[in-house]
């Protein structure tokens, strides 16, 4: 049963910055896709960023420019590097990967940034 454990979150002020892990239980390219995602409360989850195997990065409008998405395979694990976080970044971020057609989530990590 794939695993995939998120750390990380904390609070901080606006304009501060936090690391996301996510740490996989097996080896991250065999996930065609793993991304992040955010719930803010009493809002629907969204899309952040994702990776593909191929390397390919895509990030939501609402967090280019801000956010980095990165990997390292020897540690099984992916990265969200947040910068100039915004009152509005306060959320529970999930991590998700997926080997079609399964889909694997984490339990989350909540980042709240305080005005």
């Known amino acids: 049963q794939v695993q995939l454990v998120e750390s990380g979150g904390d609070l901080v002020h606006s304009g501060g910055s936090l690391k996301l892990s996510c740490a996989a239980s097996?080896?991250?390219?065999?996930?065609?896709?793993m991304k992040w995602y955010r719930q803010a409360p009493g809002k629907e989850r969204e899309f952040v960023a994702s990776i593909n195997v191929g390397g390919k990065i895509q990030y939501a409008d609402s967090v280019k420019g801000r956010f980095t998405m990165s990997r390292d395979g020897s540690k099984k694990t992916i990265y969200l590097e947040m910068n100039s976080l915004k009152p509005e970044d306060t959320a529970v971020y999930y991590c998700?990967?997926?080997?079609?057609?399964?889909?694997?989530w984490g339990q989350g990590t909540q980042v709240t940034v305080s005005s």
């Open positions: 998700y990967a997926n080997i079609l057609p399964r889909q694997y």
């Open positions: 097996e080896n991250i390219f065999n996930f065609n896709t």
